[in-house]
């Protein structure tokens, strides 16, 4: 259990940088991603952001139990069980959540497909790490 | 030769004393404009993803503002128009309905713009002219006092065009302006505010 913590507060650390730094840039250097965001579909009023700026260490945390419960069943090199692990994570939990959203919301495709590739690599780069300090 | 007298200073009363109230008496009648409906009010803004720029097409009310003169300089221009935040047009349907939710719609439907004063009556001729004025605006319950810089000019159908530009925030009036993603897209707080008002003199 405290290998499992300690794991996901390192990986939280480090999704919590790559993440936010790459959500920055992005903001930065490709704005014409982000127009759709001005919605109310979104929360505007900041009640929010503790809990939007946690994410990293949620899905951490969650990837973190999910690593030490099925490690085993992912074998190969370091990059391979990172990739895998990523792969996995995707198909099982993004795919259907994303379909569910762009089935139910008025969102845009891209805006699935920008967040359905983000959380592929949050978890290969999670993969990454756990498969390095908790073979 | 008293009577003579009398004749003369009722004679030169008669001219000048007494005809002089009456001239700017007609100068002082107030004048009414009538608003047509093809008047429009636009709202400029910018986030640091993007610009949008609100419409309100067309003024679905009949009004009229006053022209009067005042005992001091300038003239008064008196006249309230309400505009529906629902008739918001951003060109993209995301963004008119925070735009809406903004502004908020739901407890404060109507936009109000209070006429108060101009700072010179204009002349009205095909050339605009540059003036001055000071209105209220309401937005969301909030009243505030603004000096709006209007262009005004006739054209040959003798329509009257009014109009009206300044710089609001969102904040003169408590709102908040919207931001995303944990503060990673912020809307600025000023908002470019522009009216565009046809009248025919009435």
């Known amino acids: 259990m405290k290998k499992i913590l300690i794991t996901g507060l390192i990986v939280g650390c480090i999704l919590f940088i790559l993440s936010y730094g790459g959500l920055y840039l992005g903001v930065r250097y490709f704005p014409g991603l982000f127009v759709d965001y001005d919605n109310p579909l979104f929360n505007s009023d900041g009640s929010r952001d503790i809990l939007f700026y946690l994410h990293a260490f949620i899905i951490s945390f969650a990837l973190s139990w999910f690593w030490a419960r099925f490690k085993t069943m992912f074998k190969g090199t370091l990059i391979m069980r990172g990739l895998e692990f990523g792969v996995v994570y995707a198909i099982i939990a993004l795919l259907p959540v994303m379909w569910i959203s762009f089935s139910s919301l008025d969102i845009t495709v891209i805006m699935v497909a920008s967040w359905f590739l983000y959380g592929l690599a949050q978890a290969i780069i999670a993969g990454l790490v756990f498969a390095k300090i908790n073979p | ?202």
């Open chain 2, 1 to 202: 030769m008293l009577l003579n007298n009398v004749c003369l200073v009722l004679v030169f009363l008669f001219v000048t004393g007494f005809n002089s109230p009456t001239q700017p008496e007609r100068e002082n009648a107030p004048i009414k404009w009538m608003i047509s409906q093809n008047s429009s009010l636009s709202v400029n803004g910018s986030t640091n993803v993007n610009k949008f720029s609100c419409v309100i097409p067309a003024y679905d009310r009949i009004d009229t503002l006053t022209v009067g003169s005042k005992k001091d300089h300038g003239v008064t221009l008196s006249g309230n128009i309400g505009l529906n935040i629902s008739s918001f047009d951003c060109h993209n349907s995301g963004m008119t309905k925070q735009l809406r939710k903004t502004l908020n719609e739901k407890q404060f439907p109507l936009l109000h713009i209070r006429f108060l004063s101009l700072n010179k009556l204009p002349v009205l001729t095909a050339q605009p002219e540059g003036i001055t004025g000071m209105v209220i605006i309401e937005i969301a319950g909030v009243s505030k006092h603004f000096e709006i810089k209007y262009q005004i000019d006739r054209d040959n159908q003798k329509t009257i065009h009014l109009v009206g530009s300044r710089v609001i925030d969102f904040s003169d009036f408590n709102l908040v302006p919207p931001r995303k993603l944990g503060g990673m897209i912020k809307t600025k707080d000023e908002l470019s505010v522009e009216f565009h008002m046809n009248m025919k003199a009435i």
